[in-house]
């Protein structure tokens, strides 16, 4: 078996203002990274609508359409644009989850990596924030319980800022569990404990600033890998963020590459006692573009080794 990359050049069309940290230097730096790699080369394709509207009504779908420009910037919040190429790459990202999920669930691959962007986990089911317009991890799950007959899923998200998009989609959604660990305080400023979702299914672990890898690892030992191994999902989605970084520049957590290397061997290591494997991961957040390069490689190399 193996891992898929799935990517395409429409995510490179998605341009924001100078000096926006979530710019397009951030996948040309992960490609980069992952060249020479023995990987199944997947192209995205687009999001079908109706996979979509899993997560999102046609309302805000429009909304994105409607917004798009023809030139410049189109500023949905103080740090959410769109540009011209944005509802491509956004509905390509999309796409890539999707097709990622199929990928993995009809075993054709042991696991997947979905490098695109924008990000996802912040878009909510109307609101785009946080850099975000789709919510492409709470899509891959959608996709697994509905189009593929799946139990259970779990989604983890390490990025270092709360999911709150994902969140907000599962909330409702009793056969999927939502696990955030992030920094706190921090924005968007959710993702406290006692968010618990409408049936228990979403476990928030907020972490202080300065907490470093071995905590972290304390952390997911003592707590996250219990309650996912409890929970018996049939795949587990991840939203890979890397802004966990020591280096990164938008918070203060002290990870490094052999954190982020250690926790998905361990989340490959579950996924094989509890679901064959199955594990799909998408990019979110990283924003000092060295320490992205590297820790995405080392997440990859990761799920390459797991895969076989």
């Known amino acids: 078996m193996t891992t898929a990359l799935l990517t395409h050049a429409d995510a490179l069309g998605h341009v924001t203002p100078p000096g926006h940290p979530e710019q397009v230097a951030r996948l040309e730096h992960v490609l980069h990274a992952l060249e020479g790699m023995d990987l199944m080369r997947v192209t995205a ?20 359409r409607l917004n798009a420009p023809s030139e410049g910037f189109a500023e949905l919040d103080p740090d959410t644009f769109l540009s011209p190429g944005s509802v491509e790459a956004a509905w390509r990202g999309a796409g890539a989850a999707t097709r990622a999920v199929d990928l993995v669930a009809g075993g054709e691959a042991t696991n997947a990596f979905s490098a695109m962007r924008p990000p996802g986990h912040h878009a ?32 983890v998200d390490f990025d270092v800022h709360h999911g709150n998009g994902t969140q907000d989609i599962l909330w409702d959604e009793p056969n999927a569990l939502f696990v955030s660990s992030h920094q706190m305080p921090l924005w968007p400023g959710t993702g406290k404990p ?15 600033p300065g907490t470093d890898g071995a905590r972290m690892r304390e952390v997911y030992t003592g707590e996250v890998f219990p309650r996912l191994r409890a929970f ?7 939203s890979a963020g890397f802004d966990a970084h020591l280096a990164d ?34 990019l979110e957040g990283g924003y000092d573009l060295e320490a992205l390069a590297r820790s995405a490689r080392a997440h990859v190399s990761e799920l390459k080794e797991a895969a076989g």
């Open 124 to 155: 909510e089911t109307e609101t785009p924030m946080g850099f975000c317009l789709l919510g492409n991890a709470a899509l891959a799950a959608r996709h697994a319980l509905d189009h593929h007959g799946m139990g259970r899923v779990a989604v």
């Open 232 to 238: 018996a999902p049939e795949m587990i989605v991840v």
């Open 45 to 64: 394709p687009m999001a079908a609508e109706d996979d979509l509207l899993r997560v999102h009504p046609e309302s805000y779908l429009e909304m994105l």
């Open 194 to 208: 006692d968010e618990t979702g409408a049936y228990g299914n979403v476990m928030n672990v907020p972490l202080a």
């Open 249 to 282: 520049p938008l918070a203060h957590l002290e990870w490094l590459e052999e954190d982020f290397a250690w926790l998905t061997r361990e989340l490959c290591a579950l996924a094989d006692a509890i679901c064959g494997g199955r594990l799909v991961s998408v």
